[in-house]
Every structure is written in structure tokens, then in C-alpha cells.
């Protein structure tokens, strides 16, 4: 399991990483990269504490931001 800060554009939130996805994208994760995440919020309706973060459903819900950008067909002079 992994914990990873993001940014949404606004503000950091916290993204929990089950063992299971992370076995998948461990190996496309790298430090000081950007990745274009589908996320889900976490609930947890069991305890008194309200879970305030998100969590990546499967491997597929990840990809790295040129990935994104070359599936949207963006040009380099609109994102520089």
C-alpha cells in the first residue's frame, strides 16, 4: 500500500494506493513526475472518523501526463 500527496489545482489531498493497484503502477511511478489519476473517495462508514482522501481504483485509473496529453491531442503552445 502507498500514500501519495496530489494536487488538484487548489490544494494537496491525500491518494491511498492498495497493495493490489500498486503492484501494477510501482513501476510507472517516478519521483518528480506529473500523472493524470481517475480517482474515487475513500469511505469509511464504520468508524466515527470521517476519511477525508482518495484512493486509485485500479492500475488502469493512471497515467503519466504526456500519455494524457497525446490521448487529448493537446498542442505544446496550449499547456506551455
Request: hydrophobic content about 40%.
Amino acid at each position: 500500500m502507498a500514500s501519495v500527496y496530489c494536487w488538484d489545482g487548489k490544494q494537496f489531498f491525500k491518494v491511498v494506493i492498495f497493495a493490489a493497484v500498486y503492484k501494477k503502477v510501482k513501476s510507472l511511478l517516478k519521483e518528480g513526475e506529473w500523472y493524470v489519476a481517475r480517482l474515487s473517495r475513500v469511505e469509511d462508514k464504520e468508524t466515527l472518523n470521517r476519511l477525508d482522501s482518495f484512493k486509485l481504483d485500479s492500475a488502469d485509473k493512471l497515467i503519466t501526463i504526456e500519455d494524457y496529453i497525446k490521448r487529448k491531442n493537446i498542442k505544446q503552445e496550449e499547456y506551455v
